[in-house]
């Protein structure tokens, strides 16, 4: 056999300054034993603090194959005896925390409930704690037994700890033997805090060993939770039984897979007495480093133990005594006494927790450092998960909820107002009401003033322009076609009854008017449901903005719900409002004398010029209405000229509406006194006396010699003067109805859901009941999740401050 490296070599001996007869290998004697007894407890402490379900912590996990001789390991390592009982044997992890002591031997059994425990209220993994198990021991015949009953306790967490620990052994195994009801395996941890004087300072966990089959589908389990346990900062104490193919172990490659380079890994090779002649030779290759492949090769290399066989078990051997036969078996029997000494040096317990020891205490020096970091990087976090989460419950729920509902109030003012940082609705309002508008205007009397076979040319093409109003696919019907001269002509002959010679009977003007008005209400409707609609939404977002963390307790629901009902209360309001003004649209009226004989000189203006200029060339008709914006009286937009394309309507189009794409003729003349103008009455002037130096309105800019060619006797004067009263006056209705509409809506349901929402809450919510504080109580009852969350993420700070100051404690 050729030798390992001398660096294999140095690695694997004992360091100098130790005794070199076995008997006296430990480390709580030697240059490391001051180190020992501060790191390894400093470890303990932080894993019994739950630093382990949040940081890596450095430490040792025993893993193995069911019957690989990982128990009788354990018992080596830690000086005692663990149940062996079918039922119970190595079904958790145990912890083992040894520490050196010059007191008498002591151990106090610990259970932590680990990964599987459960908050009942939230099944959210409950924070890791560990509860005394039973009292403290000094005598190690009790121990075995009340191991047991921490592990039975384990298997069984509905059941109290207290009723585990007085059982006798007889109640053991009558009430759990084969009870189907208990877990078969637990990620509880059993943990064992033993100190004395020839206790050895090292710390390790055992977990269950690997199976291959079970009727209750825990392989998988089991493998987990060794994978889980044996990847980060840990060493793995891998237990290898030489009475099978070491590839073929399951332990072995789950190794394999956690430390692929086999850099945290150290073999205990068991069961060497069991060997056949000639079965030694692969198992003296795997120790000594010459088998080859790299599924053998360790870092740290392997060690081989021979435990008590079964009839030594029974014999009740103490542990010396195991120790002492072990010694003895390897310096008498070959191969292994015939190894170099540096490999002997590998082959018993107390060479490998010698250098077990000295593997660990290097680990925690390694990564100490780094554990106060990620402490305090996971404090930092978890303090920002606490800040992100909602409000924890109010003191006075009474005063609270008043104060939401007040932010709650205030911002919806400030939207409804248009505040800074809150214009959208406001927005939104102008966009709607000018679009509003202009479908309103489309509805304007459509007159041509010609015949309608005049509009032919000599080619037989059509010269007048159709312009179409409103856009039948938008769900509204046209009601305002052409009218021609001789259709307007033929209509007021049918509408004559006993009115005097050139007299139009009022009638006939109102029917043409009302024609206008046919969709008013149809498109005030869609104005307000646009400005509605726009409201709901914000409102609904709001109400989710401030009371959502709330909505366990039906606060959401409630305030939404009440806003929706004092919506469909004012709305309803609203409606009958613009219904109101609507209806004063009929029959036609209006005592604005001076602007409604304005628009009608200026019309009929328009209208005999268009009807001269036809006959001398057919021409488009001039459209006799074209209303202009005040100048800085008003802010609705520029009002499209009815010639220009047809509107899109779907609803309402709220892009800013086109510029007018011509503008209507223009006649300027001087100013003069003491001229005819036309009347009501149908061709009949009569004089009329006009101050020095003033125009009768609608004859501004005219010249003298114009007014030959617009007296010129027309057949169809007197349908030319309807259609300039009927245009004028809706000129005068368009300019009422598109300011009172919008004011309608804005007073009787934007101001007025202002004005009434608080009060409507706080009386909807009994902020001033008698049981007022009771149910703000219940309204603001916090979402389990939420509280769960908040007390997990409590808990996890408090446990990382406690870590902090541990780790502070020892660097002082």
């Known amino acids: 056999m050729s030798p390992t490296s001398s660096t294999e070599s140095r690695a694997s001996s004992p360091p100098e300054g130790s005794s070199a007869d076995v008997n006296d290998v430990g480390i709580s004697d030697g240059v490391y034993a001051e180190k020992m007894h501060m790191l390894i407890p400093l470890v303990d402490d932080l894993r019994s603090l739950g630093a382990d379900a949040i940081i890596e912590l450095p430490g040792v996990v025993v893993v193995g194959n069911q019957s690989a001789g990982k128990s009788s390991l354990v018992e080596a390592l830690s000086g005692i005896s663990v149940p062996r009982n079918a039922n119970t044997c190595t079904r958790c992890p145990m912890e083992c925390r040894l520490k050196h002591s010059l007191k008498p031997w002591r151990c106090q059994i610990r259970l932590r409930r680990n990964r599987n425990a459960v908050n009942a209220n939230s099944k959210k993994p409950a924070r890791p704690r560990e509860e005394n198990f039973g009292p403290v021991l000094t005598d190690k015949a009790k121990l075995e037994l009340m191991i047991r009953r921490a592990q039975l306790a384990a298997l069984n967490p509905d059941t109290r700890i207290a009723d585990f620990v007085g059982m006798s052994e007889q109640e053991l195994n009558n009430r759990f033997a084969g009870n189907e009801d208990q877990s078969s ?4 941890v059993v943990c064992l805090d033993i100190s004395g004087p020839d206790v050895t300072n090292l710390s390790f966990i055992d977990l269950p060993g690997l199976i291959s089959y079970d009727e209750d589908n825990n392989v998988t389990l089991i493998e987990n939770m060794a994978s889980d346990y044996i990847k980060g900062n840990t060493l793995i104490l891998l237990t290898i039984t030489m009475r099978e ?45 010459e088998r080859e492949g790299a599924k053998y090769k360790l870092h740290h290399g392997y060690f081989v133990t021979k435990q008590p066989a079964l009839s030594e078990l029974k014999e009740k051997i103490t542990h010396a005594e195991a120790r002492a036969r072990e010694r003895a078996f390897f310096e008498s029997t070959a191969p292994w006494n015939n190894l170099p000494l540096r490999f002997q040096k590998r082959l018993g317990v107390p060479y490998l927790a010698l250098d077990l020891n000295r593997q660990l205490i290097r680990l925690i020096a390694k990564t100490l450092p780094g554990l106060m970091e990620k402490a305090i990087l996971a404090k930092a976090e978890t303090q920002a998960a606490l800040d992100a989460l909602p409000l924890p419950p109010p003191d006075n729920p009474v005063i609270e909820l008043a104060k939401l509902l007040s932010v709650f109030t205030n911002e919806f003012s400030k939207c409804i107002w248009g505040a800074q940082g809150h214009e959208d609705i406001s927005q939104h309002c102008r966009r709607t009401y000018s679009a509003f508008a202009s479908v309103i205007l489309e509805t304007r009397p459509n007159f041509v003033p010609q015949q309608k076979t005049e509009g032919s040319s000599k080619d037989g093409k059509n010269t007048s322009v159709v312009v179409e109003m409103i856009d039948e696919a938008a769900g509204l019907p046209c009601g305002n076609q052409q009218m021609f001269l001789d259709e307007l002509h033929k ?30 209400g149809n498109i005030s409707d869609k104005c307000f ?46 409606r009958e409002c613009i219904k109101w003004a609507l209806g004063l649209e009929d029959p036609p009226f209006t005592k604005n004398e001076h602007d409604f004989t304005g628009y009608r000189g200026t019309n009929l203006i328009s209208l005999r010029e268009a009807r001269h200029n036809l006959k001398q060339s057919p021409a488009p008709p001039v459209q006799p209405f074209q209303p202009q914006p005040q100048p800085q009286l008003q802010s609705a937009p520029t009002i499209p000229n009815p010639t220009s394309q047809k509107m899109s309507f779907s609803g309402f189009n709220f892009a800013p509406p086109p510029p007018p794409s011509a503008t209507p003729p223009q006649f300027p003349f001087a100013t003069f006194t003491g001229f005819q103008t036309p009347t009501a009455s149908l061709n009949m002037r009569q004089n009329v006396d006009v101050p020095m130096g003033q125009t009768l309105p609608g004859y501004q800019g005219k010249k003298e010699e114009d007014f030959a060619r617009l007296n010129e006797t027309d057949p169809f004067e007197q349908e030319l003067i309807v259609m300039a009263e009927v245009s004028a006056y ?63 993420l409590t808990r996890k700070k408090e446990r990382l401050e406690e870590i902090i100051e541990r780790l502070d404690k020892f660097y002082l």
């Open 491 to 520: 209509f007021l002959e049918g509408s004559l009854t006993r009115e005097l010679p050139y007299n139009v009977p009022f009638s006939a003007k109102a029917k043409l008017i009302r024609a206008c008005f046919t969709n008013w």
């Open 730 to 792: 809706f000129r005068i209705a368009y300019k009422r109805i598109i300011d009172n509409i919008p004011r309608i809506i804005d007073h009787d349901f934007l101001r007025a859901l202002d004005a009434n929402i608080y009060e409507e809450l706080s009386k909807g919510l009994g902020v001033g009941q008698s049981d007022a504080y009771t149910r703000a109580e219940s309204y603001l009852r916090e979402d389990p999740d939420i509280a769960a969350t908040r007390e997990e």
């Open 185 to 188: 395996f637990s990620q509880d």
């Open 245 to 289: 193919d070491m590839l073929l172990q399951k332990a072995a490659k789950l190794a394999r897979v956690a430390d692929p380079q086999g850099l945290r890994t150290i073999g205990v090779l068991t069961k060497p007495d069991t060997l056949q002649e000639g079965e030694e030779k692969t198992w003296l290759q795997i120790l000594t480093g």
């Open 529 to 574: 449901d646009a400005v509605k609609l726009e409201l709901s939404k914000l409102l609904k977002a709001l109400v989710k903005e401030h009371f959502s963390q709330y909505a366990s307790g039906g606060l959401e629901g409630q305030v939404q719900r009440l806003v929706d009902n004092l919506i469909e209360h004012l709305a309803k309001k609203t």
